[in-house]
């Protein structure tokens, strides 16, 4: 404390947070949006706070100052000083008019973000219902069941219950551009930068996607309340009228614990778990997010989080999944540390290990995954109905391309038309591994292993890094692997995104020539 007075005053607001400041508040305010309250609260991230407001001028002792004279225990003020503190910059407007209009302003972009919705509101049924047999058939052995099957039944009415409730946050979120509440929950939203009425404009991508969002939020959160009820009243064994008011109360009443489990729960399948909390890629997540807070970083990787969420989500539905859990078991069994406390092991270091909870939650998703999203997808593949990359020879599959054939599509049975499956992620990556998988049985024993393996991996990556927003990522590695070829490429495809993308779509329908642009004047007047 003697070295810097602002240290001291650093103390002072660890003191008046603690406790009461949530890590999803801290990344929120720090990136300038609306933060959602009503979790169970802890104490991370708040030096990243001060370092955030620290930047743009406001110090340390201020904010000190301010949060002495308000109870900290109000963390609604807390927040509202904070982001008044975190005002939106020129930076700030620039962005949103770049990201909404170039990038988020087409409409097979709306598209695939609601498809990505309604995909992550049929997996969670099955999801439920795998894990509860699963459950069902660990009695066997001796394991006390804590899920069932007919959660999943109780998760689809939940959705279908709160359909109204959904649609009028969707209306709200659109007109109001404000968080919704949601329960004892108020759900997290976009800060805007651009004020008034041309603001407005500029966000009417952003405003749909936000408000799509709230919308699948909604459905996810008392979907997922719904079953954590019916597997509560089920496991304490009532039955009949006893069961139906058990599940009525505590859908209206939750406990904290199932409050906590559906934000989760909502937050996982909306793509917007931190990525500190992901089972992959978190090491490579945390790596771009601090790439992301370099000047530009953002119009590089512009929705880091979501990108790093679909390719987590995805690998958790291979056989890749099982091998992870294992790895990570014996991990913590090996180098963490225990002592005996009251007649209980305790570990206090090293690598946590997972729950049984998380382990049950982690094998129903990688089963379901690797027989509906692998096994189905390949035999679909095998019988000619799904296309995967095609032949590595450019010869070949230029050969195969004149013909009528496309990759990454489905073929309509007794046909040649063809519909791409690309950028529908996480489904897409799924099917591309597939459909490789199974292309590649027909050579197997003309290719080498390494070659296998290399074009699984390829695919893979492709398949989930397969949006618009990721190929500004993608294109910047390959520029930095092959500066002479890879930059002028990227040069040429940042300059296209000046273009809103709802205009070149529309100008890209009525020009019937294919452009091949050099520079990137041409670039933009191409797009």
């Known amino acids: 404390r003697a070295l810097?007075?602002?240290?001291?005053?650093?103390?002072?607001?660890t003191e008046l947070l603690y406790g009461h400041i949530q890590p999803d508040i801290a990344r929120?305010?720090?990136?300038?949006?609306?933060?959602?309250?009503?979790?169970?609260?802890?104490?991370?991230?708040?030096?990243?706070?001060?370092?955030?407001?620290?930047?743009r001028g406001v110090f340390p002792r201020d904010i000190a100052d301010v949060l002495i004279k308000t109870a900290p225990e109000d963390l609604d003020k807390v927040v509202s000083f904070l982001l008044k503190a975190r005002q939106p910059t020129f930076a700030d407007k620039v962005w949103e008019a770049w990201a909404s209009a170039g990038l988020l302003s087409g409409i097979p972009t709306q598209e695939r973000n609601i498809v990505g919705g309604i995909i992550g509101?049929?997996?969670?049924?099955?999801?439920?219902?795998?894990?509860?047999?699963?459950e069902r058939g660990l009695q066997v052995f001796g394991r006390t069941p804590r899920a069932v099957p007919m959660e999943a039944k109780a998760q689809?009415?939940?959705?279908?219950?709160?359909?109204?409730?959904?649609?009028?946050?969707?209306?709200?979120?659109?007109?109001?551009?404000?968080?919704?509440?949601?329960?004892?929950?108020?759900?997290e939203a976009p800060r805007p930068a651009i004020k008034g009425t041309t603001g407005k404009i500029v966000r009417i991508p952003f405003r749909i996607l936000n408000a799509a969002d709230q919308f699948?939020?909604?459905?996810?959160?008392?979907?997922?309340?719904?079953?954590?009820a019916y597997r509560e009243a089920a496991l304490a064994g009532k039955k009949g009228l006893e069961k139906v008011n058990a599940i009525v109360e505590l859908e209206k009443n939750p406990t904290p614990s199932m409050v906590n489990e559906a934000s989760?729960?909502?937050?996982?399948?909306?793509?917007?778990?931190?990525?500190?909390?992901?089972?992959?890629?978190?090491?490579?997540?945390?790596?771009l997010q601090e790439i992301r807070r370099l000047p530009g970083g953002r119009y590089v990787v512009p929705f880091l989080r979501t990108l790093v969420n679909l390719s987590s989500n995805t690998m958790e539905r291979t056989p890749l999944e099982f091998a992870r859990i294992i790895v990570k078991q014996a991990d913590a069994a090996a180098r963490g540390v225990y002592i005996d406390a009251g007649g209980k092991r305790i570990?206090?270091?090293?690598?946590?290990?997972?729950?049984?909870?998380?382990?049950?939650?982690?094998?129903?998703?990688?089963?379901y995954g690797t027989i509906v999203l692998g096994f189905t997808p390949y035999m679909l593949a095998r019988m000619g109905f799904l296309t995967g990359d095609g032949p590595s020879n450019p010869q070949d599959l230029a050969l195969l391309k004149a013909k009528g054939w496309q990759p990454n599509s489905f073929r309509v049975p007794g046909s040649k038309r063809y519909y791409s499956h690309a950028g529908f992620a996480p489904l897409s990556a799924h099917l591309r591994m597939a459909a490789n998988i199974a292309e590649m049985g027909e050579t197997w024993g003309e290719k080498k292993l390494a070659d296998r393996l290399y074009r699984l991996t390829s695919s893979a990556i492709k398949g989930m890094a397969d949006t618009q927003f990721t190929m500004g990522f993608i294109t910047i590695v390959k520029a930095i692997a092959d500066p002479d070829r890879g930059l002028p490429k990227y040069f040429d495809q940042f300059s296209r995104t000046v273009v809103p993308a709802i205009i070149a779509q529309a100008a890209g329908a009525l020009d019937p020539y294919y452009r091949a642009p050099r520079g990137v004047v041409e670039a933009v007047k191409a797009r």
């Open 4 to 13: 810097h007075p602002a240290v001291e005053d650093f103390y002072k607001i």
């Open 28 to 55: 929120a305010v720090t990136a300038g949006r609306i933060p959602a309250t009503g979790i169970t609260p802890s104490a991370e991230a708040l030096q990243e706070v001060v370092r955030a407001l620290r930047k």
């Open 121 to 134: 509101l049929i997996d969670a049924p099955i999801v439920s219902f795998t894990r509860g047999v699963a």
């Open 156 to 187: 689809l009415f939940g959705f279908m219950r709160s359909l109204p409730e959904a649609s009028r946050a969707f209306l709200n979120a659109w007109h109001t551009e404000l968080p919704q509440k949601l329960g004892t929950m108020t759900l």
């Open 216 to 228: 699948m939020k909604t459905l996810l959160y008392n979907g997922k309340i719904d079953a954590l």
């Open 264 to 287: 989760k729960e909502m937050k996982y399948r909306a793509y917007q778990t931190d990525i500190k909390d992901l089972a992959w890629f978190k090491h490579i997540g945390l790596a």
């Open 347 to 367: 570990q206090i270091a090293g690598p946590v290990k997972m729950t049984a909870d998380q382990v049950m939650d982690q094998v129903a998703k990688a089963t």
